[in-house]
């Protein structure tokens, strides 16, 4: 049973690009998180998604940041423009249903040059 | 909003018995999870949880005091493979957002 699938690993981009990072839930599992980590900070939740609805959005800066959770395919967090501050770990977790424990993928390392 | 504290770093010798506190504020608190993170890598699943009182699990336990918003996290028998940052995390809700602290970098040493 694969494990929370995210890519890509590493992500390079210029100023004023857009950064597409994706998600794909273990298997059976329908709620997505998506949380970012900067250098020595903690994980700080960013949205949580059910399949094709956003049910918490609280954590998402107001303006460049999205995320989808489509019914056929990975979970999308996308952010445009990107700007330096943008440059985190940001990491996806899913569940298999609400009060559960997280798993966690490997991450995106975005860079922003 | 929540606040949760643990300290920043730990040091500890090989086969020693290391605790990690982690103190709490919240509301609508629905369980206390600790997981574990190696530079670089994935957060994985170390304890939950969500009644008063010691969870062990091999050489790892975790206890809860709700009244008192007080978790700790006990480590057994240190290897060094257990050099790495432990968070701790409070469930609120009735989802499984998590709200994590900022993490304990412990050090295991020879």
């Known amino acids: 049973n694969a494990g929370v699938m995210q890519n890509p690993r590493h992500l390079v981009r210029r100023r004023g690009q857009e950064a597409r990072l994706r998600c794909s839930p273990m298997?059976?599992?329908?709620?997505v998180y998506w949380y970012r980590q900067l250098p020595e900070e903690g994980l700080k939740f960013m949205v949580y998604?059910?399949?094709?609805?956003?049910?918490?959005e609280s954590g998402m800066p107001k303006e460049r940041f999205s995320a989808e959770f489509p019914k056929e395919g990975p979970s999308i967090l996308r952010i445009q423009q990107v700007v330096r501050g943008d440059s985190a770990a940001y990491f996806c977790?899913?569940?298999?249903?609400?009060?559960?424990?997280?798993?966690f993928g490997s991450g995106t390392q975005l860079s922003v040059l | 909003g929540q606040n949760i504290d643990q300290p920043t770093e730990m040091t500890a010798t090989e086969g020693a018995i290391v605790q990690i506190n982690c103190t709490y504020q919240?509301?609508?608190?629905?369980?206390l999870f600790w997981y574990q993170q190696h530079a670089g890598e994935a957060p994985t699943f170390l304890s939950y949880?969500?009644?008063?009182g010691l969870e062990e699990k091999g050489r790892f336990s975790s206890f809860l005091s709700r009244s008192k918003g007080y978790s700790y996290l006990l480590l057994k028998e240190l290897q060094m493979k257990d050099s790495a940052s432990y968070l701790c995390?409070?469930?609120?809700?009735?989802?499984?957002?998590?709200?994590f602290g900022t993490g304990t970098r412990l050090q295991v040493t020879l």
């Open positions: 977790a899913s569940s298999p249903g609400a009060l559960n424990k997280l798993f």
């Open positions: 298997k059976g599992h329908s709620h």
């Open positions: 998604l059910q399949k094709e609805n956003i049910i918490d």
């Open positions: 919240t509301s609508g608190f629905n369980g």
């Open positions: 949880n969500v009644l008063d």
């Open positions: 995390a409070v469930g609120t809700g009735t989802a499984s957002k998590l709200t």
